[in-house]
């Protein structure tokens, strides 16, 4: 019997980045005017680049979770790994989203 790998899959089985393979890329345009903070996996940053006509400048070592959650654009597929939790129904495999405020 196949053991579980439940760090390779979500809940639904589909293949996720996961937040150690995250890059913080500064997005710029042809005149090097800084225009979007974006984050992904590196190949989902440069193919959101290279579709929106941009250049990476750099990528950043380290961004703090909160301002990525503020100030940065997640460009890659499925679940946002730095998306702010307010729960999850394990019976549903569905997050809670509090919307009452």
Not at 29 to 44: A, F, I, L, M
Request: proline share 3%; net charge negative; charged share 30%.
């Amino acid at each position: 019997m196949k053991q579980l790998d439940l760090f390779e899959n979500t809940v639904t089985g589909k293949l996720t980045g996961k937040i150690s393979e995250m890059e913080f890329g500064v997005l710029k345009d042809k005149c090097s005017k800084p225009v979007k903070y974006v984050y992904g996996t590196y190949e989902e940053v440069e193919a959101y680049a290279e579709k929106e006509e941009l250049w990476v400048d750099q990528y950043l070592d380290h961004v703090n979770p909160s301002t990525v959650q503020k100030n940065f654009l997640y460009v890659g597929q499925g679940s946002d790994p730095y998306e702010l939790q307010r729960g999850f129904n394990y019976e549903t495999h569905e997050k809670i989203v509090d919307n009452s405020f």
